[in-house]
C-alpha cells in the first residue's frame, strides 16, 4: 500500500487514480500514447490527457514568459504554492490534464488545451474519454 501524506485525504479521492497520477508522473507517457481519463464532478464531466504536474508548470512559467511577466522572484509566502521548493509537485491535490473537453450538465461544452482539477472535487473517474454530443 502506498502512503499518502497527510492533508491528502485518500477517502476523497480513488488511491487508484493517485497511483495513476504517480505513474504519469514517473514515467510519462511517450507523444501519442496519452493515459485517457473521463472525471466527473457534481456540476460537470471532464474528458483529458493526464500530464505530469511539472509538464504543466513547465506550460504556466512559458505562458508567462509570452506574456512578459518575470516568474523568477520568490512566491509571497501566501501559501499558494503548490509544489515544492526544488520543483516537485509535492502531495497529489490535483490533476493536470491536456486536450480537455469540459461539459457542464445544461451540456455546455468548453475545451481547453491544458485544465488542471482539484481531487478533492472528483465523485468518480475512469480510464477513456466520454463521447460527448457536440464534441
Request: one cysteine or more.
Amino acid at each position: 500500500m502506498t502512503a499518502v501524506e497527510p492533508g491528502v485525504a485518500p477517502k476523497v479521492t480513488d488511491n487508484k487514480l493517485h497511483l495513476v497520477i504517480e505513474a504519469v508522473e514517473a514515467n510519462p507517457p511517450s507523444p501519442g500514447r496519452a493515459v485517457d481519463v473521463t472525471l466527473y464532478l457534481p456540476s460537470a464531466s471532464i474528458t483529458g490527457s493526464i500530464e505530469p504536474c511539472w509538464f504543466y508548470d513547465q506550460k504556466v512559467l512559458h505562458y508567462l514568459q509570452t506574456v512578459g511577466i518575470d516568474h523568477r522572484h520568490e512566491p509571497a509566502g501566501n501559501g499558494l504554492d503548490a509544489g515544492g521548493s526544488d520543483g516537485t509537485c509535492g502531495s497529489h491535490q490535483y490533476v493536470h490534464l491536456s486536450n480537455v473537453v469540459y461539459r457542464e450538465i445544461n451540456g455546455d461544452l468548453a475545451r481547453h488545451d491544458e485544465l488542471r482539477v482539484k481531487l478533492a472535487d472528483i465523485t468518480a473517474w475512469t480510464f477513456g474519454r466520454a463521447e460527448h454530443k457536440g464534441a
